[in-house]
Every structure is written in structure tokens, then in C-alpha cells.
């Protein structure tokens, strides 16, 4: 963990004198920020590591429950842990009418080691595999949203642009529409100038493949947790500032039924310590249009097949999740593979061969950043070193050449994939992802215990 220290907060203060309030943002297994606020006081005893809180906060469910029966021993009692905030995530919340400001923070156990229980540290933790190899994936993510109109007759609506003269929502899809970016300029601009606030690096925003909803990148990195980080950031960013201008921003996998769902993209290549990305085809003497494919790059991508379905409730990892799910609706239902296709479930795009990479289409926008990118590097991991061959590639401008569904199609399948894993203990953990699974077993279940009023409608009187 790179922990800030006390000369940091100086300089903050400094340069920010009238902040009052500190939030606190420690990340759970959702990939939800859970916060506290501290005064002005007690910022010293946080960047002196002295600050303390429940090493179970990382474990909480979607619902804030913690599911506490069977726990490991190490959660006897609800131990606290040392909050420790990470260093270059100080920041004023430039949405707020308060000064306060916010930081990222980690958990350590008491001895200063990082806690397993924190989706941060599970992902530093993969990220030595390949450092200690001498390899340095440099990472991208690309996230989609929908904006919701707020009211209060309890449905929820996509925010659509009008039709001019009338009170009419916008018809079709209208990818990347002008008229859509005009709409929500004073949005967007608030939304880039709180990145440049916070220091995430917004490179690009368009509107998306469905009405109302958007698609949002960050600049690629050498650094996997700080890309990880970025995102999390990018994601409260876009629901405070939604907030303000009297809207809602949700990152939900499948909001509506009958339009796209929202996923989160990663681009990752990997460098030696040379700085030669070891994807790239050195004598390759096809060109951009087509490329060669190196033997590593093939070996990444069948890792990343191999893994990709006991890696789902990583991806996908709330029933909603598997909505998004279905062929036909760039959304994979197979460990596909292939050079500039977007069915695909690991593309690779256009570039130059310096700059050979892949794009993970898998993972839905309501999967944890942190888990999702440290399963991703896994996965290229064990491929690269176990030497795994991805199948039969799908050719640019050809069809799948089936719509056979590969990867689990519902909540319960992938649980019962993910509890006999055998990758990804190796490198998230077994602890980590023995409790992980253990959490969504739970809401599984407590999901699928509740009567929604869709059964009253099909069976009530019919029954």
C-alpha cells in the first residue's frame, strides 16, 4: 500500500485551509465507496495511522449485511483494523455545498500488513505475480452508465433528450448524438472539472448504444490499482454531480429490460522490463489490418478463457447482473476471442504492434473494479505461464459461429463455479474467495426468498 502521510495532509491544507470535514471512502466487495466523515481534529490520528475501524466493512453485502453466521475466527468480535489513506487521493468534493474533502483509504491489520478482507490489497497481492516476474500490464477502463429522471411515481425512466416543440421523449437510439451532449453539457462539464479536481484522468464521454445512457474512459496506466481507482472515483463523481443537477446516475448492470445493459471494459497489455510489450509480434510484417497474433498474446487469451467461467460471479456479481446477458447484445455468453469484433468476449482492438493489448467485454459496470481487474490479471497470468491455447479465433466481419452459451446464465451457476475455482484462489486467495462466495451465497438466497409481486401477477388468480 503506498500510505500517505502526514506531509501530505500539510500540503493539502495549505492550499485548502478552509476545509472543515475529511470522507473517508473504504471500498467493499460491491465495489461500493463506504464512508465516514471525521473533523478537523482527527485528520492527524488517520494520516499517523491511528485510526481505527471493523476489518468487516470490506465484507458488506449490497444491503450493508453483514452475513455473520459461520464467520471465520478472525471475525469473532468484529475486530477493528488500521484505516490507512492512500497516498494522491486527497481531495476537496467539489460537488458539495461544504468544505469537505475526501480521501481513499485501505485496510491493514493491527501489525501494519495489509488486511486479506480488502478488495484493494487482493488485487496488490495478483499484481506481484507479474511483478515479480518482471512484467508490468498497463491497464484502461471504459465505463457505462444510464442518467434516470427522478420523480416520485416509483419508476425508474432513462433521462432522454426532448423532441423540440413538445414534451416528447427522443425515439431510437442515437449513438453518440450532438444534441445529447448539448443537453448535458453543464453535467459533463462539472464532471470533468471534478476529475481534474480529484486527479482521474477523463479522456473521452459519448452518449451509448441505448437512450440515456452514457459511456465514460479514463486514461490507460502502469499502475493496475491506481486504474482501479480511477474508476472508483469516476463512479462517485458521476453520481454526486448527477445529484446536483437533479438527476440520478446508476452503474446497475441491467436497469431496463428492453434496452442495452452497462459494462465495464479493461484494456491490458503488459510490458517487460525493457519496456517491450510482450503482446506485440516482432517480426510481424502483416500490418495493423492484420495483425499476427505472438504466441504470449495467445497464451494470455487462453488464460483468460480458461478462467473466464469460474470468474463470473467476479464479472457478474448480483442476480441483476445476468439480464445483461444474451447473444446478439455485445454483451458475451462464451469465452470468445478475435482481432477487431465486438461480439467477442476478449477483442483484440486496432493499434499499432507497440501497442497489442486486449479488451475484456465481460464484466457488467456494477462489478468491483478492484476484483474484476485482479481476476483479469490472473487469468493472463495463469495463461502465460501455464502456456494456454484460447480455441479458434472469430475472424474480423464473420458471425460467431455459435450462439451456444458457455459461461453460467444465472447467479447460482457461477456461485457454484466460483466455490470450486481453481485459478483464482491461487491468486485472490482462498480465504478472500471462500468468504466472498459465502457473502453472495447469502444474498442468493435471501434473493430468491422473497415473493416478488410478478409471482402474485402469473399465478395469484391463475392458481
Aim: net charge negative; with cysteine.
Amino acid at each position: 500500500m503506498n500510505v500517505a502521510d502526514k506531509s501530505e495532509l500539510e500540503q493539502f491544507l495549505q492550499k485548502n485551509p478552509d476545509i472543515e470535514m475529511l470522507e473517508l471512502m473504504m471500498p467493499d466487495m460491491n465495489g461500493i465507496l463506504r464512508c465516514k466523515r471525521i473533523q478537523k481534529r482527527e485528520f492527524d490520528g488517520l494520516f499517523s495511522s491511528n485510526l481505527k475501524g471493523p476489518i468487516s466493512i470490506p465484507f458488506l453485502g449490497i444491503m450493508g449485511t453483514f452475513y455473520d453466521d459461520d464467520t471465520p475466527d478472525v471475525f469473532e468480535g468484529d475486530p477493528d483494523g488500521i484505516i490507512q489513506p492512500q497516498s494522491g487521493t486527497l481531495s476537496r468534493i467539489p460537488w458539495l455545498k461544504s468544505a469537505t474533502a475526501q480521501v481513499l483509504t485501505s485496510f491493514s491489520d493491527l501489525d501494519g500488513s495489509p488486511s486479506w478482507t480488502d478488495s484493494r490489497n487482493v488485487l496488490a497481492s495478483a499484481l506481484e505475480r507479474f511483478t515479480s516476474d518482471g512484467l508490468h500490464p498497463t491497464v484502461a477502463t471504459e465505463l457505462e452508465f444510464y442518467l434516470i429522471e427522478t420523480g416520485d411515481d416509483g419508476v425508474a425512466r432513462p433521462l432522454l433528450g426532448r423532441v423540440p416543440c413538445s414534451d416528447r421523449p427522443q425515439q431510437g437510439i442515437q449513438y453518440c448524438m450532438a444534441d445529447d451532449l448539448f443537453d448535458q453539457d453543464a453535467f459533463l462539464d462539472e464532471v470533468r472539472r471534478a476529475c481534474d479536481i480529484q486527479n482521474v484522468p477523463l479522456t473521452a464521454i459519448h452518449s451509448e448504444f441505448s437512450p440515456g445512457q452514457w459511456e465514460i474512459n479514463t486514461q490507460h496506466t502502469s499502475d493496475p490499482l491506481l486504474a482501479c481507482d480511477h474508476a472508483m472515483l469516476l463512479k462517485r463523481i458521476v453520481k454526486g454531480v448527477a445529484r446536483q443537477h437533479g438527476m440520478a446516475a446508476t452503474f446497475m448492470a441491467k436497469p431496463f429490460g428492453e434496452i442495452a445493459g452497462s459494462g465495464l471494459h479493461i484494456h491490458a497489455s503488459v510490458y517487460d522490463s525493457d519496456g517491450n510489450n510482450i503482446f506485440s509480434e516482432s517480426n510481424n510484417t502483416k500490418g495493423v489490418d492484420s495483425p499476427a497474433i505472438s504466441t504470449t498474446l495467445r497464451h494470455a487469451i487462453g488464460g483468460l478463457a480458461k478462467a473466464m467461467a469460474e470468474s463470473m460471479v467476479i464479472f457478474a456479481p448480483n442476480v441483476n447482473s445476468y439480464r445483461r446477458f444474451k447473444p446478439g447484445a455485445y454483451a458475451p455468453v462464451s469465452p470468445t476471442w478475435g482481432y477487431n469484433h465486438r461480439d467477442v468476449a476478449l477483442r483484440i482492438p486496432v493499434s499499432s504492434d507497440d501497442n497489442r493489448r486486449i479488451e475484456h467485454r465481460v464484466a457488467g459496470a456494477d462489478a468491483n473494479p478492484y476484483l474484476t481487474m485482479a481476476a483479469l490479471l490472473a487469468g493472463m497470468h495463469y495463461g502465460i505461464t501455464h502456456q494456454c491455447e484460447p480455441g479458434p479465433e472469430t475472424r474480423m466481419g464473420t458471425a460467431l459461429e455459435s450462439d451456444e452459451v458457455l459461461l453460467p446464465k444465472r447467479w447460482d451457476a457461477a456461485l457454484a463455479l466460483f466455490r470450486d475455482a481453481k485459478i483464482l484462489p491461487e491468486y485472490l486467495g482462498e480465504q478472500y474467495c471462500a468468504y466472498f462466495q459465502k457473502v453472495r451465497q447469502g444474498e442468493c438466497d435471501d434473493y430468491h426468498a422473497q415473493v416478488p409481486s410478478l409471482d402474485h401477477d402469473w399465478y395469484l388468480r391463475a392458481l
